[in-house]
């Protein structure tokens, strides 16, 4: 059997044909004539000294079995490396796909970001200097402008359009000045066209900073409903309430006039883009039809973090309009 063996590991030497099979069976080759030799020595045949060499057999399949394990090292060493390279090769070319994506979404986003900035740009000059203009161009037609409300109203155009530019900022402003001096100009607008605005103020705070951007929504959606007033409604009284809790900011547009469903032309346009406003600073916004009259009413609501009280101040800086700075200006009392 062990002859058989020895056969069998030849014959498997010979067939794979790679240096460490037929190390393999030189060395067995080798274990198997210094057995040979020690066996005829034992038996005393062809009177050779008696010196037994089996044991050298050993060495000779450590340094066979060192060889094949080395061999067998370099060659994961080659394949790791092999993989490697590889790998990186696979690596770059993903890192190059993702880096074009990248590219690609950048590009989308910067498509997407003058895409909107067009359309708040298309917003604020149809709620912002398109409401003055045509307030204008009504006053106007009615024969109730003299020149210097006209230049009044121009000038107004102008600060709209300041205003417009200053909401660029990141900074988050405080709404109520800027409130105050929108009522100051639309008190003057509608005096001159022979209408009445009453103006309510409920637990108004000293100070309110919302988010950027929302201050300008917040005066866009106002301008749009007492523009749609002035322009559709036909009414006599105009109502505008700003109702301020912990919570939320109300603020409500009630007018006498005819109401939607006799209103000889659409209002659509503006109202949409309330409606988007609304949407974009997280308030509900809703148009209500009375029997004598339309209601608009905005709810902003008010996160804690946004809110920013701060103590009266002793002196002020005067101001061209009688309306600038905090509740002071809201509620209409004039500097000294």
Not at 136 to 147: F, I, K
Not at 206 to 223: F, I, K, S
Not at 261 to 288: C, D, P, T, W
Request: charged residues 20%.
């Amino acid at each position: 059997s062990t002859l058989w063996s020895v056969l069998q590991l030849c014959r498997f030497g010979l067939r794979q044909r790679t240096w460490a099979s037929l190390a393999m069976g030189v060395a067995v080759a080798f274990a198997l004539t210094l057995s040979l030799h020690d066996f005829a020595v034992q038996e005393g045949w062809m009177n050779l000294p008696e010196i037994y060499l089996m044991h050298l057999a050993i060495p000779s399949f450590l340094l066979v079995m060192a060889g094949v394990l080395s061999d067998r090292f370099l060659d994961s060493l080659r394949r790791v490396e092999s993989i490697n390279e590889d790998l990186a090769l696979r690596v770059a070319a993903r890192e190059h796909e993702i880096a074009h994506s990248y590219e690609r979404v950048r590009l989308l986003e910067r498509v997407n970001a003058a895409t909107e900035e067009r359309q708040r740009i298309m917003q604020d000059m149809h709620d912002g200097v398109g409401s003055l203009l045509l307030t204008t161009l009504v006053m106007v037609e009615c024969g109730s402008a003299t020149r210097e409300v006209t230049l009044a109203m121009l000038q107004d155009c102008m600060d709209d359009m300041r205003l417009a530019i200053e909401s660029l900022s990141p900074d988050a402003p405080d709404l109520l000045p800027v409130l105050g001096n929108f009522r100051f100009r639309m008190e003057a607008r509608f005096k001159a066209m022979g209408l009445k605005l009453r103006w309510h103020n409920r637990n108004m705070p000293d100070t309110l900073a919302l988010a950027p951007h929302a201050g300008l929504h917040v005066l866009r959606m106002l301008q749009e409903a007492l523009a749609n007033v002035l322009k559709h409604a036909r009414a006599t009284t105009v109502e505008v309430e700003l109702d301020f809790s912990a919570e939320a900011l109300r603020i409500s547009v009630v007018d006498d006039g005819i109401g939607f469903a006799n209103q000889a032309h659409s209002v659509g346009y503006g109202l949409n883009n309330m409606q988007v406003r609304a949407a974009k600073i997280g308030a509900s916004f809703k148009v209500e039809h009375l029997d004598s009259g339309t209601a608009v009413r905005l709810l902003i609501p008010l996160p804690d973090d946004l809110m920013h009280p701060t103590p009266p101040v002793a002196a002020a800086t005067p101001d061209r309009s009688p309306y600038h700075g905090g509740t002071a200006g809201l509620h209409g009392v004039r500097a000294a």
